[in-house]
Each structure stands twice: as C-alpha cells, then as structure tokens.
C-alpha cells in the first residue's frame, strides 16, 4: 500500500540552530501534504498544509517565518524548524491524502524534535 | 475554531466489555471520516473509517457509526481488550476544500 516515510524520527539540536524535517510520499504523487505537530497529552494540531509548486497554507497561529515549509516535488515536502527554542521540541508528523478518494490517510511515523 | 471535537479526555472500562468513543464535528463540508489510534512517540495507525454517505462500517472489533444530522460519529470496540489501550483520534476530511481536521483525542485504557 501507499507509505509516507518521514525522517529523522528523532533529532536533538541546540538551541539557535534549523532542522529540516522530510516527509517523502513513497509510491504515490502527493500534491498536497499536511505538517502537524503534537504537545504532550494533546491532540494533533495541524500547522500547515503544503501544496505541491505553491506557497503552503498556515493555520492561525503559526509563525510562517519559523517553520519553513517546502513542497519542491510531488513526492516530497520539508519542514524546516528555524533558530529552534526549546519551547519547539515536539512530536512533528507529516500525512498525505491518499491517492484515491475513500481510502485513509496516510501518516509519516512522526519526528521526536529536542531543543536544549 | 475546534471544528472536531471529542470531548471525553479519557475512557477506561474492563476487559471483554465494549468502549464506546465518541467524536462531534460541525463542518457539514466532511464527507469521510476516520479513525486512529495513536501510541506515544509513533504516528497514528489507521483503524476504520466511514464515507458520509453511510451510516456504519465495521471491521472485526470495530464498529464505527456516523450520525449526520446530528454531527455525531462513534467508534464501537467490542470485546475490549488491553492491547486496545491507546489515544484515538478522529478525524474529519473535506475532500474538496482539501481540508482535514482531528479531534482532540480520547485515551482508552483497557483494565485487565
């Protein structure tokens, strides 16, 4: 079946720096793809939904110059978490709408960011 | 703007009897839904879903139905086992304003 694969799964950075995160769509051409982000005990918060040769869309609240979202190609879309602050570690998760209508979503195996 | 909602934080019943996980949307826009279940520090896992043009779909243990006039979808998990402990998340689609939406999540926990 279609697979998002998403990496790293983990990454520890200082504070200060960018991590890029990539969420790939494997078998299937995805022109759109969603970047969310869990805190602890709470629910999956939807960032931005990255569209394939245009500007991603944000939702409110998210700073658009902090989290740089890519979506160069059909089968990929980058996250980019920049001058990191220890308030941004997190659990980052990508998902792309599946190929065919109906079928369920599919979801990148997350990415453990720590910011010391 | 909670456009999914499920507003019971938690859920523990015992092991054989059935959980019932409830989830509330007001988009009248959704037109599939889903569910997950979730285990910490992994990306949710897909368990069943429903197009809106039904009102039950069921696969092994879980049942999920879908009231739409009431805006209303439960997931139906009968026996409960303690394997089944885990946060379940679901999740509203609008396939044409390309727009998903989770809810805020429930944690099942099954005693032995």
Redesign the interface.
């Known amino acids: 079946g279609a697979v998002v694969s ?1 990496h790293p799964s983990r990454v520890i950075c200082k504070s200060g720096t960018s991590v890029k995160i990539e969420c790939r769509s494997l078998d299937f051409q995805a022109t ?1 793809m ?1 970047w ?1 982000r869990q805190f602890p ?6 960032m931005a ?1 990255s569209n394939e040769g245009s500007k991603a869309t944000y939702e409110q609240g998210v700073e658009k110059d902090k989290f740089l979202i890519n979506h160069a190609s059909l089968t990929l879309s980058t996250l980019t978490v920049t001058s990191a602050h220890p308030e941004d570690s997190s ?1 980052y ?1 990508c ?1 792309a ?1 599946p190929p065919r ?2 079928s ?2 599919h ?4 990415t ?1 960011l720590t910011v010391t | 703007d909670q456009q999914v909602k ?1 507003n019971s934080p938690s859920l523990s019943v015992q092991e054989g009897r059935i959980s019932i996980l409830n989830c509330d949307y007001t988009n009248s826009m959704f037109d ?1 839904f ?1 569910w997950y279940k979730k285990y910490p ?4 896992t ?1 368990l069943i ?1 429903i ?1 809106s043009i039904k009102d039950k779909n069921e696969d092994g243990r879980f049942t999920v139905f879908l009231n739409k006039s009431a805006k209303h979808l439960s997931l139906h998990i009968v026996p409960s086992q303690p394997g089944d402990s885990a946060v379940y ?1 679901c ?1 509203a ?1 609008s ?1 044409n304003n ?1 727009d ?6 429930t ?1 099942l926990t099954v005693k032995p």
């Not at chain 1, 005990?41 to 939807?46: E, F, G, R, T, V």
């Not at chain 1, 979801?107 to 997350?110: A, L, Q, T």
């Open positions: 998403q759109t969603f969310y005990k709470q629910s999956l918060m939807l939904t659990f998760i998902s709408p209508y109906n369920p979503l979801f990148g195996n997350g453990r | 499920q599939y889903l520090a992994e990306g949710p897909f879903s197009s998340f999740a689609i396939y390309n998903m939406r989770f809810g805020a999540g944690r």
